[in-house]
């Protein structure tokens, strides 16, 4: 009611901080809202023509209450409600991590709920990807293949033989599972692995009661139901996902016919096995999930206008043939927790990656390159032509992989101001790879070259040992903590033995001010897995060391307020150096390695990160980061040059909104922008990255959505089935940008060579609709 006792309709009523659980009033005002047993929890009661409110309830078992609540147009100084995150908390304390609620990721519009993409908006420190088709990411100068990714501390892998974003599929993470996110962008502490570059740690959600979420748009669509056992004891959540972009692939510079499909199942359960009558000593969870992804694409004709020293010019190219790579994954794991007591806790994990990928082309193409007079007459209007060519690809290559391992993780409570934490790690890996692919090309039917001809067959089995302990020290005012640890890691095929010490520390002064100060440092080797030892020609250097890089980061961590809304600013300035580097190049998302340790590297910058609610009940964020990547490699006169991923600048943004006198009706804006990375020639050593042309990636992609509540007629909570609706659409990539991921390089008849950009995909406008159970 209002202070004078009307109704107020359309105020939202919301229990802790989910944003599913919500009710918007009817006409009288009236609301229902169903709470955890048990538990403290904080309901809000907002409306925007009113002042907020916030109660604190706890109820029993099937304790039905009446809360009426008045809302008052005057501004009220509430008291204050102070929600506490032990693990947000945590993450704070440490150097280059971020700490992200999976529903806010949620909202951004990524087309496809593609999860990788909603990371990369998230501002996540020094995160940044150029592809929007694809699940890659680079963290702060490194490659794609060095950053770990875990899932309820069970490693995930990518796939292996993907050549082209549009072929990736579905990356593993299911955005609908997840409960939170901690990502840290370099110092992280010795409990987590050996890469180079990031840790991003995934929890998939335990629900309470019975949940779910029933997505649909043009590019995919979902199903996620999740619930627990009557006493609690047991739940589960299973999500299926299905994928199809050849409405988004249409957008592309290539004409043809794409057929991507795109599915798979997960399942996340957890079962207390403490026995009758007891609770939490003992869990056993399990994670499997099995994906299946099929490309093809016919492709017909491009036609691209492209800018040269002389002015416009146009490439055609006629395509006949086919491009085809199909491939099957199962990862799952097994979790067994066991709590001896209050201060020892006790994880074994035994996990298993299965993949089988097929790649199959047989793709002819003539092109021909022509001067454009003016570039409004049409991009196959001729009039001066300047070279023509053909180009036969072959491929039949086939991988399959096999990951097992077994684990035990173990966590001390020595006091209130000491905790250790070790554990040692078994893996065993089998792969098969058969690599038959050619290529060349032709001029009035002389074949000039044959190039890139592999046809091997490469088996390679091996163990991986490592272990790890650490200790944390809690100073008696909360002042200080301090993490010392120290990893090692051995592999049976170069029988290389690495020692890994690491430290983090973070002081919080006692100010008035809420500021953290943090500081992390430590040797990071990444031993090297099958695609670094092979050699372009195909064959594998089986002496290749562990690449190692030093991370040294000291950062600043600060909570405020603005506008009586809370806020928070991270920045930090990092500097890695590396030794023993593997030189590669990338095409699209195909990373080709040397497979020999010739150079040394480096990367330095800064990064900053801006969170908070800029509209009150909306959470919003804008990142900036500023970097330099650079390696030397041996028998380059050139001395230090441009890594593949130098991006020297990047930003993102994501920003939410409402309508003032209507909260149902929402809108999301992402916008992203990297400066141009360097590229060069292919097969020409001494050009290697040494362009950057006009190839800055930037996008602006925009939803727009309503909230419908479904639970109005409901009088009972245990009859409401359907909680609410949205329905939206989305306007990707709004600006119409011609996003570069790559060139193809082709020849004039006097040898000039050319390189013509690949684009990414154009505006298009995508319908959506999100039913919540």
Known sequence: MDSIGNPVESAMVQAGVNQNNFYLTNAEGAYIITIPTDTLVTV????????????????????????????????????????????????????????????DLKEIPVGYGEFTQQLVASGALGIASNNELSSDYSVRGGSFDENLIYVNNIEIYRPFIARSGQQEGLSFVNSNMVDNIDFSSGGWEAQYGDKLSSSLNIEYKKPLSFEGTLEASLLNGSLT?????????????????????????????????YRPKFGDVQSYLSFDLSGK???????????????????????????????????????????????QLDYDTFQGGLKLIHNFNDKFTSNLITSAMVTQERERSNLESAYRICDVDDIGNGVNDCATEQGIGGEYQYSRNTLKANVYTVENRNSWLLNDLFDVEFGVQVKFEEINDNLSEYQFQDSADYVISIDDQLKTENNLESQRYSAYAQSSYYSNNNQHKMTLGVRGTYWSVNNEVNVSPRFQYSFKPEWEKDVVFNFASGVYYQPPFYREMRRPDGTLNEDLKAQGSLHIIGGINYNFEQWGRPFKLISEVYYKHLW??????????????????????????????????????????????????????????????????????????????????????????????????????PDNPELRNAFSGGNDYMRLDLGLNKLIALNKKSDNPNEEFMKNLSIGVEILNVLGNNNVISYTWVKTYDGTQYAVPNTLSQRFFNVKMILHL
């Not at 416009?312 to 491009?323: D, H, Q, V």
Request: glycine residues 8%; proline residues 5%; positive net charge.
């Open 277 to 323: 009558g007891k609770k939490g000593k003992t869990y056993l969870d399990a994670i499997m999930s099995y994906a299946a992804n099929r490309y093809s694409v016919f492709p017909s004709t491009r036609s691209t206008n492209f800018q040269t020293g002389e002015g416009i010019s146009n490439l055609t190219i006629a395509f006949e043939g086919k491009e």
């Open 580 to 681: 023993n580097v593997v030189p590669y190049n990338i095409d699209n998302i195909r990373i080709r390695y040397s497979g020999e340790n010739e150079g040394v590297a480096y990367a330095t910058g800064i990064d900053t990160r801006l969170s908070g609610e800029f509209i009150p009940g909306t959470q919003s964020w804008i990142s900036l980061s500023v970097m330099s990547t650079k390696e030397k490699i041996d028998n380059d006169p050139r001395g230090y040059i441009r890594r593949p991923t130098d991006q020297r600048v990047t930003l993102a943004m994501f920003f939410q909104d409402h309508l003032p006198n209507n909260p149902t009706m929402r809108m999301n804006l992402r916008f992203m922008y990297g400066s141009g990375l360097p590229f060069g020639p």
């Open 225 to 257: 139901l999740g619930g627990a056992s009557k006493n609690k004891k047991h739940t589960a959540i299973i999500g299926a996902r299905y994928k199809s972009t050849e409405y988004l692939l249409n957008t592309l510079q290539t004409d043809g016919e």
């Open 44 to 103: 809000f009661f907002n409306h925007p023509s009113f002042s907020p409110r916030a109660f604190e309830v706890q109820l029993y078992k099937d304790e039905i209450k009446n809360l009426d609540v008045k809302l008052f147009k005057q501004i009220y100084q509430l008291k204050e409600v102070k929600v506490v995150d032990n693990k947000e908390t945590e993450v704070r304390q440490q150097a280059g991590s971020v700490f992200v609620k999976g529903e």
